[in-house]
């Protein structure tokens, strides 16, 4: 099966970075295609940002779907996950989702741990869009900034393990879900720090993509994720215009 | 004072039905700037169209905002709000929010009537963003389709105060918000069929906004709506990356 | 038009207060009409306080309505408030309700500071009442008393800024209510000292019943607050005898 | 032990149906103390009629305490419950109160069946308060009004066992709860009517209050009821501004 | 009446202590007759432990249960107790659920104050099965271990008091739960330790079980704990057998 | 890998339809290793028959566990998940866990649709133990007895597509999951006659229990499924007794 994964960051070594630790993850017969936003922000940390890059991916999406089977919208805050469900044939799952979802057959409670304040308002706003509050321990984050979004994982190694382990002692947390497309392939790194399980959202985004696209859903053509209506519209890319028109199929 | 109303449909009709409803409500020393999106579809209806207004609200806040003293998101939904707080250092209010907390001073629950059944999911995802759900009495649209969103007010009429009857009969709603941009100024045409209160959202937008304004509130510089700080960006209209790169003021 | 500003404490330099923050929120068209309650404590603090007031505000509503377009209950605990509504045929809010639902407008949290421990169980089930418990981050009260009712914001002005303070680092607060009529008009006073934006209820108050006489909205004659039937009664003031006796109109 | 039970309507004849309903359930050492209300409505019914009881309650258990181990409040919506909580050093129950703690040990969920449509939202509030939302199956009411409240049982019963068969078969209600003074004593009439278990309010009230009052409780010197400080007051019956002046001990 | 009183541990010095405090609370006609498990662990304090203890409870009741009126399941976190009101024909009521309804009638939250950090998760549950986390303030347990279970009162007291301090102090709780069988009867000791009431399960259990025994409620023939039909087993014991196949009356 | 598939219901032909569904969804590379209950019923569908089954999965996973790298619990309510994941080193998943969170991918909103209506009160508290009420839109369950569990897939087929069509149109269901052992591989007979995706639970658990392994997380020592301490006992079969008292390991 041939997976999108969508940066709506627009780095590219994010890209890389989030494709090293996914790789890992996927069956002997999956490819994975990776695209970069080519409009935004370099890391995405806020609504503003935010609401930039969901209208991206609906252009990515549109753009890049011939011969795929499913996507990933690979930052933690789902961007435009809803609407790529309404605008695309086949199943799009989203970073926050799938690591949130798979932490939650691992223990009662989870804490998201990530690297810069500015993301808390955001990452809480898609716990509750997601409804997963009542699993929710705790959002920690460092109160120091990082200096570059590249080597956060190295600089904020010790930071980010110690918000774990008081995410676990403090806020009843029984598995932690690493956030941030930047902190993609951490976990391994840190695993005997942490005194319960750790989820790396990009892996966990390629096995629940799979197993979705293995049970062969139908399309839905009721309930909040069906088709809209075929509409007008004006000054959109033109495959996205066509695919929102009902003109590409 | 000078307020914003920001139309993120790309109809001009709407626009104007908008600003007839809003004209009635503003005080005397208010002026009415309205602005029509430039990108997107005539009348916003799932998410992913909200996904590309969220973006284009965005861009035409950055553009606009000169001698500008608050602004009203003018979808029922209001696309892109949490994203613009964070944006802009005046008051900007949404549609949806609006009616929402000024029925909350006229009962106990509300419901929403609307013209459009593809409009519930997006619309129920919005009373939740605001945590509103133990007010909402319930969503009640029709199962027919409108035929042209220019005459949906008439066309619509008798359906609608079906469903408004419905909604207090049967959902225990103990007030009315009409949702939609297209559906300003009806509330006056259907006042006594209705047995309780009925909410026009563009005229609530307007005396709320007033209200913040004039209550000269700060700046915040915590919290969930404080500025995000400066980010380098690529590919945006200037306006708005001046905006985020804070090089405006 | 007229506004009854009701002081359901026995204290006329509360009501003083009231009137000085309230009038400078008023509109040019607007009279406020002051009315003191003449059975209770000075300053309402506890359940059994409210109890009284309850029933009190009930007596000054069918007292002193005469041209009047629209109340206000002016004490934060909102003594009597759904009665109200039921009992008269124009608008009624209450102070604790417009400080909140302003707050919604600014923060997706907010928190209530005020004077007195003693309040705390009271307003925490004001918040339950008006449902919005989802959007409280907390209440904050200071442990020591007050020696005067009448100079609690100068004697208290460190302490409550330096709970707003905590409420804002330690909560997560994005808005600060300002808890009780004695605290009318200190906002003013603290702005610089907040790092977000603080309501007074007093002037929330006074334009969110403006909002809603504007509005022109139907007396309900379904739901919640609709009119209960006539009734009989015994031992109560006449004017409220005749009111619930439908012997007024 | 001696037990006050306060009837807050005015009407004799209901005290005398909750007294035979109650007698029924003392434990042979307990005399039951009845009291009926001197000022409001011959039947509670509204929030206004609620407002006014509430202060009611407090003149009467300042002015009848004397000699009393605890004290009903016997009327469904429990008004002042948390404020006599507050003003008395024995225990206070309500009807609705331990009616519907009763019912949690017998069912998931229950359904309040009752006589009168305008009960219904203050009854939901009463739930609300106690914060049972989630162990309540519906609140059931006949869209008829009764003719005589002295009657109603009679007149009614066909009705409120139509509306209990409802709630099982259409609400999943495990356990119903009969709302309302004038119903106490129904239940025997109807017991094999109802596919399953029936409170009866009354005898509920008697026995919790007697547990209570066994368990030999002290009275809190802190949290929520612990006993608010002593305040002067203006125009209160003797004995209740004694009570607040704590003169009384 | 005749209670079964089940100590689903198979500790007899517990079942002692059992007796000892619910004796103080049976009304002169009761007889409680005492079983303890014959299969399990000395002390459940795991989910692994009570869900062994959910089946031997079966068993224990439907061996025991001639002559019965009703049964006390006396371990803290009610294992099998929505299973044994489908199995019985009588009122089964929980340690903890008695003593949590009755804490309700105390204050508006309460805490659960209990010595072994192990058994936070499954009280929690239990906490969670009865819906009323709502009114839960926190559950207070020890960070050390204690060293004999029959002794656990004793060594622990000066512990458990100062957890039950800080639950008021910290979690604002008004009335605290001794969890757990191996704290029957402590309460007296520490009475005036504590600043607000303290309840004693197994003192609570036993009069609330003979409420419901006195109510004369029926056995429900629809709802959630209606007898399910019969079943054929494999390898139960026979008393058991026969009760889930019908075949014992 | 090597995975155990659970049935506690005494039924082989269950087992059976189980693995027939649950061999489609293995990787090349997995061996799964059925075993049934040798105590209770053919088929659990009460919280009596559950509580046995949970005592029964204990036993089965401290007998089985050689060699095993993950187990699945496959009953819909989940019988012993918690205890199983305190008793295990490996990760464990249960039928209707693994349903609903594939489900949450799939819509906002899932229905359970099962076969027996005596399953619904046991299906909803596992839906309130996985805290996923929120996402749930219904449980629906047929009014009418099957005859024979082995064919209670070709005798249902009609009234389960109908019911499904129910959760759909009337409940506003994005997504169905099929509920309970017995229907294990209906979805493919009935994809083309419901409008939205439907999840089979087996294939789902097994992909599911599948990503959990490959991530290769850690046994928590910490938070709620840490192994509780070592325990004597009394007698349980020696393996569980070895299991719980740490003598295995």
Same mark, same amino acid.
């Given at each position: 099966?041939?997976? $999108? $994964? =969508?940066n709506p960051n627009t780095s590219v070594s994010i890209t890389d970075r989030l494709m090293a630790s996914?790789? *890992?993850?996927? +069956?002997?017969d999956t490819e994975l295609v990776p695209v970069t936003a080519h409009r935004g922000v370099p890391y995405i940390a806020s609504r503003i940002e935010a609401a930039i890059a969901s209208n991206v991916v609906m252009e990515l999406l549109a753009e890049h779907s011939t011969g795929i089977d499913g996507a990933i919208i690979a930052a933690f805050g789902d961007p435009g996950l809803g609407a790529a469900r309404e605008l695309m044939d086949y199943p799009v799952v989203g970073l926050a989702e799938t690591g949130m979802l798979t932490a939650c057959m691992v223990g009662k409670r #989870?804490? =998201?741990? +990530? #690297?810069a304040r500015a993301l808390a308002p955001w990452y809480r706003e898609t716990v509750e869009w997601h409804q997963l509050v009542d699993r929710l321990a705790s959002i920690r984050m460092p109160d120091t900034d990082f200096s570059n979004i590249n080597d956060v994982q190295t600089e904020m190694q010790t930071t980010l393990v110690a918000l774990a382990q008081s995410a676990v002692t403090e806020d009843q947390a029984d598995v932690i879900v690493f956030g941030g497309a930047p902190l993609s392939g951490l976990v391994k790194e840190v695993l005997?720090?942490?005194?319960? !399980?750790v989820i790396d959202c990009a892996a966990a985004a390629v096995m629940q993509l799979e197993t979705l696209i293995r049970l /062969? $859903? &139908? &399309?839905?053509?009721?309930? *909040? #994720?069906? &088709? !809209? !209506?075929? /509409? !007008?519209? *004006?000054g959109l890319p033109p495959e996205l215009a066509r695919r929102i028109g009902h003109q590409d199929n």
């Open positions: 099966m041939r997976i $999108l $994964l =969508i996914a790789s *890992t993850a996927t +069956s002997a #989870f804490s =998201i741990v +990530s #690297f005997n720090d942490i005194p319960v !399980p /062969k $859903l &139908r &399309r839905p053509i009721a309930g *909040t #994720f069906r &088709r !809209p !209506p075929a /509409k !007008p519209s *004006t």
